[in-house]
């Protein structure tokens, strides 16, 4: 597996990236598979998912960690309700302009907050985006959303959570979970909404829940059946929020047979 590690300038922020099989971007034949992670995620917590599937379908693939993440720099402002519109709209289209990889075709693949991005994105620019896979993507707020939140926080602040997350984003990570988790918890972010992006989605649509997601109902897929032009919607048994690890051969074979027949 051939990789790429580095870092670009967006906005006077530091950008940690990753490509892997770089050299077959060129090929019309094979999309650039963007890969989104969650709320609380980073390049190193999609594990070996990205290899594995860049293996199957014989696809590049991109990763990054957003500001505030991984190897990228701290979160210098406080996150605003329209953080994910940020992401989606002017620093993912900034990211492929400097990356020098706009005017090839990519399939968006995201987790959670990262799916969220992933159809906000897909719903504004069409050009180049010939498909888009998410998992436990949020399409509006729920009870079970802001409860699961809210249980994070207290596994966070007794100590559990944090250490696991430390791992990741070192010194970071008070800044990255609580710029996600105060905003999730807002009143007013109640009533964030995406699905007016969702039904601008023109491409062929993956979505893929658990059932046992902590932070989503069933209502999220039937919000993304409902309303997207061309949706295959998955819910996944004894699965909960990260579908990729907790269920992952059904995953990895059910992503690469749509990036397949997209190919």
């Keep these: 597996m051939e990789r790429q590690e580095g ?10 990236f990753e490509f892997l099989n770089k050299s077959l971007i060129p090929d019309v034949g094979r999309p650039l598979l963007v ?17 594995l599937l ?14 505030g993440h991984g190897k990228s720099d701290k979160l210098k402002n406080v996150r605003g309700n329209d953080f994910m519109h940020i992401q989606a709209q002017k620093v993912l289209p900034a990211l492929f302009k400097q990356l020098e990889i706009e005017q090839y075709n ?16 897909a719903g504004s620019f069409h050009e180049n985006i010939i498909g888009i896979i998410t998992e436990a993507s949020h399409q509006f707020i729920e009870d079970i959303s802001v409860r699961g939140i809210q249980d994070a926080v207290k596994s966070f602040e007794e100590g559990k959570l944090q250490n696991l997350l430390c791992k990741y984003h070192g010194d970071k990570t008070s800044s990255m979970f609580y710029g996600w988790a105060s905003t999730w918890l807002k009143p007013e972010f109640r009533k964030w909404n995406i699905e007016e992006y969702v039904k601008k989605i023109k491409v062929p649509f993956l979505a893929i829940q658990g059932k046992d997601d902590q932070y989503g109902s069933f209502a999220q897929l039937e ?10 919607i998955n819910h996944i048994p004894n699965c909960g929020h990260i579908p990729h690890l907790q269920a992952k051969d059904f995953v990895l074979n059910l992503m690469a047979d749509f990036i397949i027949k997209l190919c």
């Design 7 to 16: 870092f670009t300038k967006i906005d006077n922020v530091n950008i940690s």
């Design 35 to 51: 890969f989104l992670h969650e709320g609380l995620g980073s390049i190193e917590q999609w594990k070996d998912f990205p290899a």
């Design 54 to 67: 860049c293996e199957k379908t014989k696809c590049p693939a991109l990763l990054y960690d957003r500001e």
């Design 106 to 121: 990519k399939i968006l693949i995201g987790h959670s907050d990262g799916g969220s991005i992933a159809i906000i994105h």
């Design 223 to 232: 919000s993304i059946k409902n309303n997207a032009i061309k949706a295959d």
